[in-house]
């Protein structure tokens, strides 16, 4: 892969470049690219959809695009076809955390959240880890969230052997009284959609950084139970985003349901220890 590496980044980036490998997460290979002008980060994976690594700089875009808060550069990514890697370049971000930096992140997510579109959901399937994330739009939040967001995830699930019949059947049940509990119309906030505490980093002067998006439009809250759901924010993050945008009483009904969608994605992507807390969610509404 080296090689095809390096010469993409002769083609795209600097006839010089110095290739290091490092961490990157579960999916991809990562590398630290060392050249004459700058450094760079850069992402390869043989076996990814041939939109996975578009759809992450398009996403990347959308967030830049709202001036909120700050997400890395992208210098490259190509769509592969079945022969060859799939690689996306990027600016490389490194930095000290500084006193302000959460609750610049806490800010500037809000105001990233405060961007709306007329529709919940996406234009186009995504994806959620190496999952794909099915979608279409709507105007109602909660058709969205059952349709696209659990039922995908549960057939999953069953499909992997991780969906008992008592498990399946309490789904079932909570998803038919969603409307009990969680806002059909609430306005569809631009999202990070995965946003656990490994995906923002630091960089100059301590300003953060969003990464690895999976954007979505829909409930703000659906962002910031994720947010509680593993950890990785402190209370300067949220007093900051409070102050910038209201966090209305969300925390004994609405949250749960929320963190089921992450914990049914963690159930199918790394195993059945993560159907304890679906079934702790679910013995709660059923």
């Known amino acids: 892969m080296k090689e095809e590496l390096h ?3 002769q083609q795209h980036i600097s006839p010089h470049s110095r290739i290091q490998k490092v961490s990157g997460g579960m999916i991809n290979d990562a590398y630290y690219v060392e050249t004459d002008e700058q450094p760079f980060f850069v992402k390869t994976n043989s076996n990814v959809p041939h939109s996975f690594f578009r759809q992450e700089a398009e996403g ?7 001036n909120a808060i700050n997400v890395p550069n992208v210098y490259f990514y190509n769509e592969p076809k079945d022969d060859e890697h799939g690689v996306l370049i990027l600016e490389w971000v490194e930095g000290d955390k500084k006193k302000h930096t959460e609750s610049t ?13 007329k529709k919940h959901g996406f234009y186009e399937d995504t994806f959620i880890g190496n999952l794909t994330q099915p979608n279409e739009l709507y ?5 969205y969230y059952r349709n696209h967001r659990i039922i995908p995830q549960m057939e999953l699930a069953e499909q992997l052997n991780r969906m008992p019949l008592n498990r399946r059947d309490k789904l079932n049940k909570l998803l038919d009284q969603l409307e009990r509990y969680i806002p059909s119309q609430t306005a569809p906030s631009l999202l990070h959609g995965d946003l656990w505490g490994g995906n923002w980093i630091v960089g100059r002067n301590g300003e953060p950084y969003l990464i690895d998006p999976s ?15 593993f950890g990785g924010y402190s209370g300067e993050f949220y007093e900051a985003y409070h102050e910038a945008y209201p966090i209305p009483n969300y925390y004994d009904d609405i949250k749960p349901i929320y963190q089921l969608f992450y914990l049914l994605v963690h159930l199918n992507i790394f195993g059945k220890t993560y159907g304890h807390g679906i079934d702790r969610i679910l013995k709660k509404y059923v």
């Open 7 to 9: 010469n993409i980044l």
């Open 105 to 117: 992140l806490g800010r500037q997510l809000a105001n990233m959240h405060k961007q709306h579109q």
């Open 60 to 66: 990347l875009a959308l967030i830049r695009n709202t």
């Open 139 to 143: 105007d109602n939040w909660i058709e």
């Open 215 to 229: 954007v979505v439009y829909g409930d703000r809250l659906f962002e910031l139970a994720f947010t509680e759901l």
